[in-house]
């Protein structure tokens, strides 16, 4: 048990720091405030793996990371905490689906699997976003055109780059389920006898 939780806290780490790393190529920017990527697909990799606690560590450290390397941008402390702590740790929420996915894997029906990969990596993306919007129209009012309200202003910007970075990482994580189940796939204690005793 203790060896298994060392393991998840070292995969959480490691996703973390390859999300930082997906996170520096160039993304798909539509405005200064709308940016697209794929920097999510590790922890959502976690997140299916070993479910949602695992996913809201490796999210977590990410948002850390985030802070650590310079990458934050940060308005006041209260805002930091909501945008990077709150919010990167709530992208392994998805991982609430961890046990539908590893099942529907389990059972070889790979169509099921990526139908509930999609609708989890959509729920990762959601519950990261709303705090992005709750900070967008408390911290960033300042940033809306001045006819639109801070709200709607908050909503459209971090609604099409929630939509947008669900959209990609969900075609990302499709692929992966397709070509490396493994990857997302745990063995069971009796798969791991199997595979040992031939």
């Not at 490796?58 to 919010?87: H, R």
């Not at 999609?118 to 705090?131: E, K």
Request: hydrophobic share 60%; net charge positive; with cysteine.
């Amino acid at each position: 048990m203790k060896n298994l939780r060392l393991v998840v806290l070292l995969e959480a780490s490691l996703m973390a720091a390859f999300a930082v790393i997906l996170d520096l190529l160039p993304s798909i920017k539509l405005s200064p405030s709308i940016s697209i990527s794929i920097a999510m697909v590790p922890i959502f990799l976690l997140s299916y793996r070993r479910g949602f606690r695992a996913g809201v560590l490796a999210g977590f450290v990410w948002g850390i990371l985030q802070i650590v390397l310079g990458d934050a941008w940060i308005a006041t402390p209260v805002q930091m905490v909501i945008e990077y702590f709150i919010a990167f740790a709530f992208i392994g929420l998805a991982g609430l689906l961890a046990g539908k996915i590893q099942s529907a894997l389990g059972d070889n029906s790979r169509f099921k699997a990526i139908m509930w990969v999609i609708i989890a990596t959509f729920l990762g993306s959601l519950a990261r976003y709303v705090w992005h919007f709750i900070a967008g129209f408390v911290f960033f009012a300042e940033y809306a055109p001045d006819d639109m309200s801070p709200l709607l202003f908050s909503l459209v910007v971090n609604g099409i780059t929630m939509i947008g970075s669900a959209i990609l990482c969900s075609i990302t994580l499709v692929i992966i389920t397709n070509i490396a189940p493994r990857l997302i796939k745990v063995r069971t204690h009796h798969q791991e006898i199997t595979r040992k005793a031939s």
